[in-house]
C-alpha cells in the first residue's frame, strides 16, 4: 500500500515533554514532505508553541488544529475549514465551570481567553492569553477544562457536559507528568477533522497513515488507514493499533516514516 499523508498528534508524537522536535525527526520529515502530506492533529491551537513547530520543522500544507474543529493551511495562512460551538451552550458550559471553581480556557477566533490569573506559569507560556471577561463568545471553536488530579473528576465532568449538550463532543485528557487531568470540549473531534481533510486533498482513507499516543487520538486513528500507536501512548490506544513505535523519546516518529513512507 503506497500512504499519502501522515497525520500526528503534538504532544506525545511529534515531541516529548520539552515540546522541542528532534533532530533526527525533522530529518526524516524533510525526506518525505515533498511527495507526502505531512500534517499535525493536535488539540493544541495555533498561537504558541505551534505556530514555532511550524515554521522549526518546517511544516507546510493542512494542519489539523483544536483537537478537530479548525483545519489550518500553512502555505496561505488561513483557515480552510472551521466549526464553532453553539454561542447558548458555550454560555451554559462556562457558567457550571465557573460556579465549581475551575480553570477553563476558550478559544475564538484563535485568540485564547481564560479565567486562570496566571496562565503563562501554568499552560503554554508563548501564547498571549486574555481574560475570559472579555470573550465574545460568537465563534467559540474549543474549550479546555482543568478538573485537577483527579481522572474520575475529569470523567464525571465529561458525561454530564456530554448529556446535557449533545451538540458538543468531549475528549477526556490526563497529563500524567503534571499530575493533571481535565477535559476538552470542542465542535468537532478529530474524526470530523479527516473526513474534512480527505475531502479538500481528494484522498482515501486507506492513503492514511496516523499516529497518536493519548485519548483525544482515539478519533484520530479511527479514521486513518493505518493506526500507530506511540510507545508510549496508554494501553487504550495500543489495544486498538496496527502497530506500535518506539517512544516519543526514541524518535518514534522516525521509525513510522522509515517504515511506512
Given at each position: 500500500m503506497t500512504y499519502k499523508a501522515l497525520l500526528v498528534?503534538?504532544?506525545?508524537?511529534?515531541?516529548?515533554k520539552t515540546l522541542m522536535v528532534s533532530d533526527p525527526v525533522r530529518k526524516a520529515i524533510a525526506s518525505i514532505i515533498n511527495r507526502t502530506f505531512v500534517g499535525l492533529a493536535t488539540g493544541r491551537g495555533l498561537q504558541g508553541t505551534i505556530q514555532r513547530i511550524i515554521g522549526e520543522?518546517?511544516?507546510t500544507g493542512l494542519q489539523i488544529l483544536q483537537g478537530g474543529p479548525v483545519i489550518y493551511d500553512v502555505?496561505?495562512?488561513?483557515?480552510?475549514?472551521q466549526k464553532s460551538m453553539p454561542p447558548a451552550d458555550v454560555k451554559s458550559i462556562l457558567d457550571i465551570v465557573q460556579s465549581k471553581n475551575?480553570?477553563?480556557?476558550a478559544i475564538e477566533n484563535g485568540e485564547v481567553y481564560t479565567n486562570n490569573d496566571n496562565p503563562k506559569d501554568r499552560f503554554d507560556p508563548s501564547i498571549n492569553y486574555k481574560s475570559l471577561?472579555?470573550?465574545?463568545?460568537q465563534f467559540v471553536t474549543k474549550m479546555a477544562i482543568t478538573t485537577g488530579d483527579s481522572p474520575t473528576d475529569a470523567a464525571e465532568l465529561a458525561h454530564m457536559i456530554t448529556y446535557r449538550?449533545?451538540?458538543v463532543k468531549t475528549i477526556r485528557w490526563g497529563h500524567s507528568h503534571f499530575n493533571m487531568y481535565g477535559i476538552d470540549i470542542a465542535a468537532s473531534t478529530k474524526l470530523e477533522a479527516v473526513h474534512q481533510y480527505l475531502k479538500i486533498l481528494n484522498l482515501k482513507p486507506e492513503e492514511i497513515v496516523a499516529v497518536g499516543d493519548?485519548?483525544?487520538d482515539f478519533p484520530l486513528l479511527m479514521s486513518a488507514g493505518l493506526k500507530v500507536a506511540m510507545g508510549n501512548a496508554i494501553n487504550e490506544i495500543k489495544a486498538i493499533a496496527d502497530y506500535i513505535a518506539p517512544s516519543v523519546d526514541?524518535?518514534?516518529l522516525v521509525w513510522v516514516i522509515e517504515k511506512f513512507f
Open positions: 498528534d503534538f504532544d506525545g508524537c511529534f515531541a516529548g520543522v518546517p511544516l502555505n496561505s495562512k488561513s483557515i480552510v475549514w475551575l480553570i477553563i480556557s471577561t472579555d470573550l465574545p463568545n449538550f449533545p451538540s493519548s485519548y483525544n526514541d524518535d518514534g
